[in-house]
């Protein structure tokens, strides 16, 4: 079924492309500024409907909400265990992660995602810090 791409759609994408790895709550916040009668629910079922149609990506919890990305080719995910934020990693996607495991007794290799977690720069100067002074 075609849908026709709404005010309220653009407004969704426009925030998922001018924000970094959101999610639904920031992209809320966003689109709420600029609209005021957009309802929550509203947000989420774009969002939904986004990532269905692969407009947008889902960047899958580690902890947390989902975030969302307006990247949609293969790419790597490294996330902060500290704050949360979620940020591309700078490595090319593997050729054939399928060639690589070898035998999988069975097992079709449809997909795999690969997120790194440690601390984003802020959090690593932040809790450095606060062990020299603590």
Partial sequence: MNRRNTKQRQLVAAAVRALEHPSAEEVYAAVSRENLNIGKATV???????????????????????????????????????????????????????KLLGDTGGFVVEDHTIEFVGLCPGCYKKISEDNKNG
């Fill in 44 to 98: 989420y079922r774009n969002l939904n409907l986004l990532t269905r149609q692969g407009e947008i990506g889902r960047v899958p919890p580690g902890e947390g909400a989902d975030r969302y990305d307006f990247r949609t080719d293969k790419h790597y995910h490294m996330r902060c265990r500290a704050c949360g934020k979620v940020f591309d990693a700078p490595m090319a996607p593997l050729p054939s992660p399928a």
